[in-house]
Structures are given as C-alpha cells and as structure tokens.
Nanobody, 122 residues
Framework: QVQLAESGGGLVQAGGSLRLSCAASGRTFTLLNMAWFRQAPGKEREFVASITYRGARVHADSVKGRFSISRGIGINTADLQMNSLRPEDTALYYC????????????????WGRGTQVTVSS
C-alpha cells in the first residue's frame, strides 16, 4: 500500500507563488507516475498536472504557463511550482499516483494523499 503526504500549502496574495511537494512511502517498489488534482468547495475534483517516472509532463489548460510539475529529489516524489496565483486557484490540492499511464481522470489513480490547502486572496 502506498501512502502519500503533501506539503507546502498556505495563504498567499494574488500574483504570489507557492511550491507544493508530495512524497510517496510504503510499498513503493516501482517507479510511480504522479499527478496533482485540486478540489474547490462545491466543485468536482479537477486535474492540474501529471508527470511520468520518465519525466513526461502534462498540464491542464487552466494552469499552463503558471504552474509547473517536476519530479522531486527523492524517488517517487513530485513538486508543483505555482506562480501568478489567482483567487480561482483556491482549493484543496491532492497528490495522486498510478502504476498505469497518467490521465486527467481521478478514477485512474490508485493512491491519494489527504490534500494541502491553497488559499489565494484578492
């Protein structure tokens, strides 16, 4: 079983930056494909970005040019650099992993973290 832990959320003013980190632990015998999703109150969980273990990246149109996903320093870690933050980016941000191909569908992911809150004030 894989456990995921996110960190780095917080409160920031519009136009500011935050960096989220995710680390997998537990039964991480294989290299995992990783992704970030977010969920605002009253809305469905939304794909933000994904990265394969080889480093191939996909970003949602809503964050292209502002957010960047990357592999972290440790094995099975992933970071999300968020720049030019907007109030509409306010959400609970989740890290997720899959042993299959990463997609934009939450149902395709095997493990989830508990989330880290990002709040952007106007």
């Amino acid at each position: 079983q894989v456990q995921l832990a996110e960190s780095g959320g917080g409160l920031v003013q519009a136009g500011g930056s935050l960096r989220l980190s995710c680390a997998a632990s537990g039964r991480t015998f294989t290299l995992l494909n990783m992704a970030w999703f977010r969920q605002a109150p009253g809305k469905e969980r939304e794909f933000v970005a994904s990265i394969t273990y080889r480093g191939a990246r996909v970003h949602a149109d809503s964050v292209k040019g502002r957010f960047s996903i990357s592999r972290g320093i440790g094995i099975n870690t992933a970071d999300l650099q968020m720049n030019s933050l907007r109030p509409e980016d306010t959400a609970l941000y989740y890290c997720a992993t899959t042993t299959g191909e990463p997609t934009s569908r939450p149902a395709d992911y095997d493990a989830w973290g508990r989330g880290t809150q990002v709040t952007v004030s106007s």
